[in-house]
């Protein structure tokens, strides 16, 4: 049964900086792509950053991009969210997510395209 647990989520100052982590119980964890959503209260759950089961290729929403670093340590089966210059607009519920199941680039950005996910951590800016 996979497993993943989220960490590092806190109230933070507009202009700071977060680091979250998901830690999965996967045995073949680098074969997964891994990805970031969020859900801010009233809105749907969308897409913050995905990284390819290789490491190799990353993706970002728009509104994150240049601010947030999405990585993954597969030795220690940890994906990161490195958040930097956050905005008050940024205040959500941080979901991570991994698929084993690659069927295009589309699949990176779909919470319908991701069979495991995290508990979820809070994630507040204050302006």
């Known amino acids: 049964q996979v497993q993943l647990v989220e960490s590092g989520g806190g109230l933070v100052q507009a202009g700071g900086s977060l680091r979250l982590s998901c830690a999965a119980s996967?045995?073949?964890?680098?074969?997964?792509?891994k990805g970031w959503f969020r859900q801010a209260p009233g809105k749907e759950r969308e897409f913050v950053a995905a990284?390819?089961?290789?490491?190799?290729?990353?993706y970002y929403a728009d509104s994150v991009k240049g601010r947030f670093t999405i990585s993954r340590d597969n030795a220690k089966n940890t994906v990161y969210l490195q958040m930097n210059s956050l905005k008050p607009e940024d205040t959500a519920v941080y979901y991570c997510?991994?698929?084993?199941?690659?069927?295009?680039?589309?699949?990176?950005?779909?919470?319908?395209?991701?069979?495991?996910w995290g508990q979820g951590t809070q994630v507040t800016v204050s302006s």
């Open positions: 997510a991994v698929d084993e199941r690659y069927t295009g680039t589309g699949s990176y950005y779909h919470v319908d395209e991701y069979e495991y």
């Open positions: 996967i045995r073949t964890f680098s074969r997964y792509r």
């Open positions: 990284i390819s089961s290789s490491g190799g290729t990353t």
